[in-house]
């Protein structure tokens, strides 16, 4: 009888004795699972963060800025030079929240080429180079661009502006609108004063690009960032 006992009392105890080791592995699995998924939502917050106030990727829809920036070129901008701001709503809602605009490291100035919010609609991006600031005077001449009465040295120093067409549209003969009304044609334009919080803007590709001088000026609040690179052509 104690003999019996003995043996049930061993075989219990090697029976317990497996129980254990399932635990501690079950443990070991839910607690790489959970690391696992610190880091991935670690890596989706920094990757948003970065978005968000540092730099964001960017392709190129139209021609307008050719040479410089082809059709389906994938750029980066930075979005801190300039100032980034917070989000209009919380991620992945439509709720607004109040915005705040990050101090920025310096302003736009002629011959950046940036990003920003259309002015005639929020929800779509544009990029164009910044050619003039507030309270400069834009006027074209014979497709030449003089800011307050100097020609632009920027575009004599940029290898990639074009001018498709050969003919040149009198100032009374343009054959599309030109903001503001009165203003011109395409390559006879002005000359206008950029109003105070504005840019004006061009696209490289001067004779194929829709830019202020057919939809007036950006207000550099809807300034988003200034082209860095081309990370895939």
């Known amino acids: 009888m104690n003999g019996y006992s003995e043996y049930t009392t061993k075989l219990s105890e090697k029976t317990d004795s497996g129980n254990p080791d399932q635990s501690e592995d079950s443990e070991k699995s839910s607690g790489k699972i959970s690391e696992l998924v610190k880091v991935a939502l670690t890596a989706v917050v920094l990757a948003y963060l970065l978005k968000t106030f540092v730099m964001q990727p960017f392709k190129i829809p ?98 990639n502006l074009k001018h498709e067409d050969p003919d040149i549209i009198a100032f009374d003969q343009g054959y599309e609108n030109v903001y503001p009304v009165g203003a011109g044609s395409r390559d006879n334009y002005g000359p206008v004063v950029v109003p105070p919080g504005h840019v004006f803007v061009l696209g490289d590709n001067r004779d194929r690009s829709y830019d202020s001088r057919k939809w007036g000026f950006v207000p550099v609040e809807n300034i988003i960032g200034k082209a860095m690179i081309i990370y895939w052509s």
Not at 79 to 95: M, N, V
Not at 124 to 142: F, H, P
Not at 146 to 153: A, E, K, M, N, S
């Open 62 to 159: 139209t021609g307008s800025m050719e040479d410089t920036l082809i059709v389906c070129d994938f750029i980066l901008a930075n979005k801190f030079i300039y100032g980034a701001q917070s989000p209009e709503t919380l991620p992945f809602t439509d709720i607004a929240i109040p915005r705040f605009r990050l101090p920025a490291v310096t302003a736009p100035k002629p011959g950046d080429v940036i990003i920003f919010k259309f002015p005639n609609d929020p929800d779509i991006d544009y990029i164009k180079r910044c050619v003039a600031l507030e309270n400069q005077t834009v006027m074209i001449r014979e497709k030449k661009l003089f800011i307050d009465g100097v020609l632009f040295g920027m575009d004599s120093l940029n290898p």
